[in-house]
Nanobody, 125 residues
Framework: QVQLVESGGGLVQAGGSLRLSCVAS????????MGWFRQAPGKEREFVAG????????YASDSVKGRFTISRDNAKNTVYLQMNSLKPEDTAVYYC??????????????????WGQGTQVTVSS
């Protein structure tokens, strides 16, 4: 079992920054890949960024590439999502997720085994 708890969401003006954190507990954090997803009202949940268990390989969706950065600190059992140059269309509930099996970065929801409860990010224009 893995428990994931996100934090760091909030209200920010367009052009601003936020850093989301996701703390994991349970199985050894350093052995599995992590991802961030988001879901806006009335829309499907979508992949934002992912990082391998080593931290050496990351991948971000085209919509956030160059603005968002995913990183992890295995000593703190934490994965981060640094979000810069935020836009109103980034408004969503952001979820972190753990992929215990593949050892790779996946963009598909079904590849992830555990999910956090989500944290709201609202970007005002």
């Amino acid at each position: 079992q893995v428990q994931l708890v996100e934090s760091g969401g909030g209200l920010v003006q367009a052009g601003g920054s936020l850093r989301l954190s996701c703390v994991a507990s349970g199985r050894a954090f350093s052995t599995y890949s992590m991802g961030w997803f988001r879901q806006a009202p009335g829309k499907e949940r979508e992949f934002v960024a992912g990082i391998m268990w080593t931290g050496g390989s990351t991948y971000a969706s085209d919509s956030v590439k160059g603005r968002f950065t995913i990183s992890r600190d295995n000593a703190k059992n934490t994965v981060y999502l640094q979000m810069n140059s935020l836009k109103p269309e980034d408004t969503a509930v952001y979820y972190c997720a753990a992929d215990l099996a593949s050892g790779r970065v996946h963009t598909m929801i079904e590849e992830y085994d555990y999910w956090g409860q989500g944290t709201q990010v609202t970007v005002s224009s």
